[in-house]
């Protein structure tokens, strides 16, 4: 598996403001992915982070809203723009790793966003 | 219908039962099957990958029924550590990301 770290692990934001996650890996990996887990629900998929490329975004999120960078194969960075209070949520990245030819993804600590 | 869903639980066991969780998933070209285990606060750990001849690590087996599109993960011997919700995900269709199941919460009583 591999080590990931997110920063910062939690903030308090006022509506109308920006927020930019950073997710850091201990190894070059290929693929990168952002999540959303709402309270009480379970993990959305938000983008897939693209190293040199524009991220991929699922349906119900745009670049606008969530910017993703991936400048490297260690490192992506995430913005919850224009923030309102029903982007309290955690926010987790995840990377994923090949083991006996089978793809499995590990997550970080997640981000705890609260905003008022 | 769900993609991936779950019986959301609660299961009370009390420690050293056997419990069994089941999972159905809707895209019969999903590829990948995962087992990840999730504590409060806390991100979601994977806990087994889940292959076609079924496979066990411990106390944890899990199987996979590629006709019936339904995956299961037995605890025996449960420790009241083994309290957590547990997330039945899968690669859909081939994508390398996931998509999770709401959880199934486990709570292990002495």
């Known amino acids: 598996s591999a080590v990931i770290s997110q920063k910062p692990s939690r903030d308090i934001c006022q509506r109308g403001t920006s927020l930019t996650i950073q997710c850091q890996v201990d190894?070059?990996?290929?693929?990168m992915f952002w999540y959303r887990q709402q309270p009480g629900q379970s993990l959305t998929l938000i983008a897939t982070?693209?190293?040199?490329?524009?991220?991929?975004?699922e349906s119900g999120f745009v670049i606008d809203k969530f910017p993703i960078s991936r400048p490297n194969l260690t490192f992506s960075t995430l913005t919850v723009s224009n923030m309102s209070p029903e982007d309290s949520s955690i926010y987790l990245c995840?990377?994923?790793?090949?083991?006996?030819?089978?793809?499995?993804?590990?997550f970080g600590p997640g981000t705890r966003l609260t905003v008022t | 219908r769900k993609e991936v869903e779950q019986d959301p639980g609660p299961f009370n066991v009390p420690e050293g039962a056997t419990v069994a969780f089941n999972c159905t998933y809707s895209?019969?070209?999903?590829?990948?099957f995962f087992w990840y285990r999730q504590d409060c606060r806390k991100e979601p750990k994977l806990l087994m990958s889940?292959?076609?001849s079924g496979n066990e690590d411990g106390r944890f087996t899990a199987q996979l029924n590629r006709a019936s599109q339904y995956i299961s993960l037995l605890i025996r011997d449960s420790k009241l550590s083994d309290s957590a919700t547990y997330l039945c995900?899968?690669?859909?269709?081939?994508?390398?990301?996931?998509?999770f199941g709401s959880g199934t919460r486990l709570q292990v009583q002495p």
């Open positions: 995840s990377v994923e790793t090949s083991r006996d030819r089978a793809y499995e993804q590990y």
């Open positions: 982070a693209n190293q040199g490329s524009e991220a991929t975004y």
């Open positions: 889940v292959y076609s």
């Open positions: 895209n019969s070209a999903s590829q990948s």
């Open positions: 190894s070059q990996v290929t693929m």
């Open positions: 995900v899968v690669n859909m269709g081939g994508r390398r990301a996931l998509t």
